[in-house]
């Protein structure tokens, strides 16, 4: 626990997170600013659609109190009982003869006719009292209005006769309504295209994070796998490169998208009415700040979630792996509270996040509707003062609505921008691991190395000075057989793991073939080393592709050559598919043999110069060991073979026997020159003996 709880400690990037996580957008400009552009056209679409309804309101439907004046059939828009009638003109600078009139009184419309500029006049701005003197006959089917010049009688209005006098409202109402769908179908075909490019784009970034990363972790030394576990590794390459698609697929662009939605709403709505604007924006400041409080807060439970995650992942990676050994031992009720005790502090974590939410997303919508309240109430004095009209009020409102909008969705972006930058700085935590086995870009290159492998005064350490093998020099021959024995702890398998560079020293030199491995490139290194190791892992796949392990330049005949050679042909042969046999991950279905059969072939087919084997048979049965022992005596012909072993008398046949003690070479011969020395190989020889006996 104590490494994951080491990654809490993240590096601080600030501003240079951003403009690296901006980087891998680059070469997706023209997308984002094509998806940029689209959401411009939403937001300009979002301002007209308001002020479309609000044309509606006040042109159409608000407007029956636009008198008709009495004209000729030529300047005339309409006729009514023989009468030619328009409305295409302005009462404060047209003067007409004569004037009809709609009024609206107690549900019904009355028409009235004969009327005189200055009674048209009267009847607009003197509502409440033109109303006061208002007589409705018994019938209801006329009303008296005392107006400027008299009492005015007018005639109640059939539903018919109302549409045919307000003809221009419906069809102007019905080409507001044309304009309007119109307007909603570029609304959307804008969308899906702004979704389509952003989705697109976003996902081709996290594709090419997620191949970096990965062929970034394949770089690194075995040293970095010895100290971080792979659980958390695995949890950088999916949630955490999973938590950066919203980034880049919605976040980037929405976020610009929406501060420009903010500006041009408060840019009509003061240009509208900077009065009601103030008033009924009073609020909004105190949104600005409630959110930015919260992002901090936000910002913090993020990482600690992305931790927390990365540590529950660990566990399972590790526990899955070791199932078997857990149920050997009976220990799944203790392994069980440890995940309920690591799901709780996630649990605990992700309660917290909720709980901001929970006080957050409710008090901004109270502001919002309170903000609605305060133009409601100030919106309704400047009507009756005759300042606003009422599709002006309504255009408040929706902008109001539409304001607070942005607001919360540039919250819920900052959220997630907040849990993307909590995981892209644990991702570059990860990418910025350095390669501590560094190549030269002039190294020597090797058309085919002959084998001889020379250690000289060779120091190295896992950890610092703790030196676990100590001025250890020693020449190995083209073609030698030789092996290493010795304790526990010794220092037998650093050796293998040096001759392939997969460390590097700390003092001395290791050379192949007379050349340093530092002026080797590692690829040409490790392609001429074949090492077969004591714990075999097999891929998920099938017996054909373990062998090859995606290596094109391996046919199919070279795979059963090797096969064949190392007499695993035996039991490949006996299985349904043969060589495209599925094979479950590590090789479940396989028995430890045949999984060690399946690595010799492995290490055949690419045909290595050098063969290095580390205990490759101390898991296997003694027929299986048989039919490698077979095999061992074919494959080492031509090639230098370093072998590893506990077991001695797997090893008598080789050239040169090295005893390696406290990580020093003690001593070294054949079989019969080593037990004639009576030192520690003899010792080590007799105590096997004695154990078997």
């Not at 006329?142 to 005015?152: A, E, N, P, W």
């Not at 995940?339 to 502090?345: E, F, G």
């Not at 009756?384 to 609505?401: A, C, K, R, W």
Request: charged share 20%.
């Amino acid at each position: 626990m104590a490494k994951i709880e080491k990654e809490q400690v993240i590096t601080s990037y600030k501003g240079r997170l951003f403009r690296r996580l901006l980087g891998y957008a680059r070469p997706y400009a023209g997308s984002f600013v094509m998806a940029f552009l689209l959401v411009l056209a939403v937001t300009a679409l979002n301002l007209y659609h308001p002020t479309l309804i609000a044309r509606a309101i006040d042109d159409h439907i608000e407007n029956y109190g636009h008198p008709y004046a009495v004209v000729s059939e030529e300047e005339a828009q309409m006729q009514y009982q023989g009468t030619w009638l328009t409305r295409d003109f302005d009462i404060e600078t047209a003067d007409y003869g004569s004037y009809c009139q709609i009024v609206y009184y107690g549900e019904h419309y009355y028409y009235f006719t004969g009327l005189q500029r200055d009674e048209v006049i009267f009847v607009r701005d003197n509502t409440d009292s033109l109303f006061a003197s208002a007589q409705l006959s018994p019938s209801g089917d006329s009303l008296k209005l005392l107006m400027s010049g008299g009492v005015q009688e007018g005639k109640l209005l059939s539903s018919d006769e109302l549409v045919l006098l307000r003809q221009n409202d419906i069809d102007g109402i019905l080409k507001i309504g044309l304009i309007y769908g119109l307007t909603l179908a570029a609304y959307a075909l804008c969308n899906i295209l702004q979704v389509y490019l952003l989705q697109k784009s976003g996902q081709s970034i996290i594709y090419d994070i997620r191949n970096e990363l990965f062929a970034h972790v394949h770089s690194l030394p075995l040293r970095f796998f010895d100290t971080h576990p792979v659980g958390q590794t695995v949890t950088r390459i999916t949630n955490d490169i999973e938590s950066l698609s919203r980034l880049f697929s919605d976040v980037l662009v929405s976020v610009a998208a929406n501060v420009l939605r903010i500006i041009g709403y408060l840019v009509v709505l003061f240009c509208i009415s900077v009065r009601l604007s103030l008033r009924s924006l009073i609020l909004v400041p105190v949104v600005a700040v409630v959110t930015a409080v919260f992002q901090v807060v936000f910002r913090k439970i993020y990482r600690l979630i992305r931790t927390k995650v990365s540590a529950l992942n660990t566990f399972l990676s590790e526990h899955i792996s070791g199932m078997k050994l857990i149920q050997l031992f009976a220990r799944e009720d203790y392994k069980y509270e440890q995940l309920k005790a690591t799901t709780a502090d996630l649990y605990r974590s992700r309660m917290q996040e909720l709980m901001c939410y929970a006080v957050y997303r409710p008090l901004v919508s109270l502001l919002y509707t309170l903000s609605v309240v305060l133009v409601l109430y100030h919106g309704t004095d400047f009507v009756l003062e005759g300042v606003l009209t009422i599709g002006i009020i309504y255009i408040f409102v929706d902008y109001v609505q539409a304001l607070f909008e942005p607001i919360q969705h540039l919250t819920e972006q900052f959220s997630t921008l907040q849990n993307a930058l909590a995981s892209a700085e644990k991702i570059f935590t990860l990418m910025d691991e350095k390669n501590t086995i560094e190549e030269k870009p002039d190294f020597v290159s090797v058309e085919r190395f002959k084998g001889k492998i020379e250690f000289r005064n060779v120091w190295f350490a896992y950890e610092e000075e703790d030196y676990v093998l100590r001025d250890v020099s020693f020449v190995i021959n083209p073609g030698e057989k030789v092996a290493f024995v010795g304790a526990t702890g010794a220092g037998k398998s650093s050796i293998l793991n040096l001759i392939g560079r997969y460390y590097d020293i700390q003092k001395g030199e290791i050379l192949i073939d007379d050349i340093n491995i530092r002026d080797l490139s590692l690829k040409q290194l490790r392609s001429a080393i074949g090492q077969v190791q004591q714990d075999v892992f097999i891929f998920t796949g099938d017996i054909k592709s373990n062998i090859r392990l995606l290596n094109d330049e391996i046919s199919d005949e070279q795979i059963a050559v090797a096969a064949k050679a190392v007499n695993a042909d035996h039991f490949i042969d006996s299985l349904p598919k043969k060589y495209d046999d599925p094979v479950t991950e590590r090789g479940s279905t396989l028995s430890a043999g045949q999984r060690q059969l399946l690595s010799f072939a492995r290490t055949l087919s690419i045909n290595p110069a050098i063969l290095v084997m580390d205990e490759a048979t101390a898991n296997i049965d003694t027929e299986t060991e048989q039919l490698i022992q077979q095999a061992l005596e074919t494959m080492m012909k031509g090639r230098t073979t370093i072998m590893v072993a506990h077991r001695l008398s797997t090893i008598q046949h080789a050239d040169n026997i090295m005893v390696i003690h406290k990580g020093k070479l003690r001593e070294s011969g054949t079989h019969q020159q080593l037990l004639a020395k009576d030192g520690i190989y003899k010792k080590l020889y007799e105590l096997q003996l004695y154990s078997n006996s």
